[in-house]
């Protein structure tokens, strides 16, 4: 009788231990706070450029740039690096980037410049505002000056580090 007492005592303690530690685990969970600022990288990139593709051989790639300097670039068609890659720019250079947007006034660029010819290149250039909120602009034709001239600068400024990259392999 004893025997059967002690089984029947180890059987409902086993039982009810993992559901105690299960509890204390969930209840420990919730009250944990993880107050954590989120770094540049974290939030995104700070400058997204994109050139997309045309009847021809226009290159075709992907770059978001990071605050701290980070590029991951995606080079798809008629460029001298094809695939994914990771670059590293002086984060000065990133800071010039986005001060000429600011000098260019590229919050006030409309989001599309569009001609309806579909085998026109697009260039996309995507930035993260001050207040967070991104500004994406699509220009393909009719594109105001100051607009190409901010636009022209990027591709200049992208097209030779891609150059450049590609001469290292």
């Known amino acids: 009788m004893r025997s059967i007492s002690l089984l029947l005592l180890l059987s409902i303690f086993s039982f009810s231990v993992p ?3 299960q509890k ?3 209840q420990k ?8 600022k989120a770094t540049p990288t974290e939030a995104g990139p700070v400058l997204t450029y994109e050139r997309t ?9 992907t770059m978001q740039v990071y605050a701290d300097g ?8 008629h460029v ?18 986005l001060r000429q947007a600011k000098e260019a006034h590229f919050e006030t660029f409309q989001e599309q410049y569009k001609s309806g010819v579909t085998d ?11 207040d967070g909120t991104v500004k994406k602009v699509t220009a393909e034709s009719a594109v105001p000056e100051n607009v190409q001239t901010y636009f022209t600068y990027l591709t200049t400024q992208f097209d030779q580090l891609v150059q450049a990259k ?3 392999k």
């Not at 980070?70 to 068609?77: L, S």
């Not at 026109?120 to 001050?130: D, L």
């Open 80 to 97: 001298p690096l094809i695939g994914r890659k990771e670059f590293k720019l002086p984060a000065a250079a990133v800071a010039d980037m």
């Open 24 to 26: 204390a685990t969930v």
């Open 70 to 77: 980070r590029v991951a670039y995606e080079g798809r068609h």
């Open 29 to 36: 969970t919730k009250t944990k706070k993880v107050s954590k």
């Open 53 to 61: 593709p045309c009847f021809g051989t226009c290159p075709v790639y």
């Open 166 to 168: 590609g001469l290292e």
């Open 19 to 21: 559901a105690c530690a």
């Open 120 to 130: 026109m290149p697009s260039t996309i250039v995507a930035i993260r505002q001050p």
